[in-house]
């Protein structure tokens, strides 16, 4: 299962929460990559970090059995094939993307008002990126899609009900 969304959407949050519910393993992109620059002490820069969290996170994935959560902001435009190509690595091409739909000047605002890992953009170096992401957002579309409000508490036993009724999860 994908957890997707803008940047502030509330992926982190939503994915923890499900996983909770569901009982399986939550992997964040995010914390495999800030795990990494603590271990690299500022050597690899955030891209190269990012590329091989995300490596990482499809490899952690295809070696699991059963179900996961797997977190991250996947653009469509920039990142569609390299999750094709991890759907396809991890060897369960039954998928489900939820998408964390919020307005994006509130995920704006969740998103500068956050504290990060030193490793990820700051939001002046995201702002020049903020339109065109917000613009352009959308499910990647590789599986089944749920839209899910974020833009409040999502009550997660709900949603995985909803998972498992239309046998999502």
Not at 76 to 104: I, K
């Amino acid at each position: 299962m994908l957890i997707n969304g803008l940047p502030g959407a509330g992926k982190s949050t939503l994915a923890a929460r499900l996983g909770e519910v569901l009982g399986v393993p939550v992997i964040s992109k995010d914390s495999i990559k800030e795990a990494l620059a603590d271990l690299a002490l500022g050597r690899v820069g955030s891209g190269k970090l990012g590329q091989i969290a995300s490596e990482t996170m499809w490899q952690l994935v295809a070696a699991m059995p059963g179900t996961a959560i797997v977190e991250s902001w996947w653009y469509r435009p920039r990142d569609l094939d390299f999750v094709r190509e991890g759907v396809a690595q991890s060897g369960n091409p039954r998928l489900t993307e939820v998408w964390c739909e919020v307005p994006p000047g509130l995920a704006w605002d969740r998103y500068q008002g956050r504290q990060r890992h030193a490793i990820h953009p700051t939001a002046n170096a995201a702002e020049r990126d903020w339109a065109e992401w917000s613009e352009n957002a959308v499910p990647l579309g590789v599986g089944r899609t749920v839209h899910v409000d974020t833009s409040a508490p999502v009550d997660a036993a709900s949603l995985a009900a909803e998972l498992a009724a239309r046998r999502l999860g």
